[in-house]
Nanobody, 118 residues
């Protein structure tokens, strides 16, 4: 089992940057693919970015390609989302997700709010 705690959200002006962090505890972090998802009011939760267990492969939603970067530090049990050139439409609650590469089980954090407004 994995516990996930996100941090780093907040209010930023359009064009600004934020770095989200997700701290994982519990079972071997290296056995989990990690992802960031987001959910805006009235919308379904959507995938933002994924990174494989070893960090060798990443995948991004088209809407964030070239602006967001997902990374992980398996020694620290951390995953990050660097968000640059933020737009008002990026505003949402951002959730950290872990998917066991052996178990296939999903785990979620509690979310962190990102607001993009002038």
């Amino acid at each position: 089992q994995v516990q996930l705690v996100e941090s780093g959200g907040g209010l930023v002006q359009p064009g600004g940057s934020l770095r989200l962090s997700c701290a994982a505890s519990g079972s071997a972090f290296r056995l989990y693919d990690m992802g960031w998802y987001r959910q805006a009011p009235g919308n379904q939760r959507e995938l933002v970015a994924l990174i494989t267990s070893g960090g060798g492969s990443t995948n991004y939603a088209d809407s964030v390609k070239g602006r967001f970067t997902i990374s992980r530090d398996n020694a620290k049990n951390m995953v990050y989302l660097q968000m640059n050139s933020l737009k008002p439409e990026d505003a949402a609650v951002y959730y950290c997700n872990a998917r066991g590469i052996v178990s296939g089980r999903y785990y979620w954090g509690q979310g962190t709010q990102v607001t993009v407004s002038s």
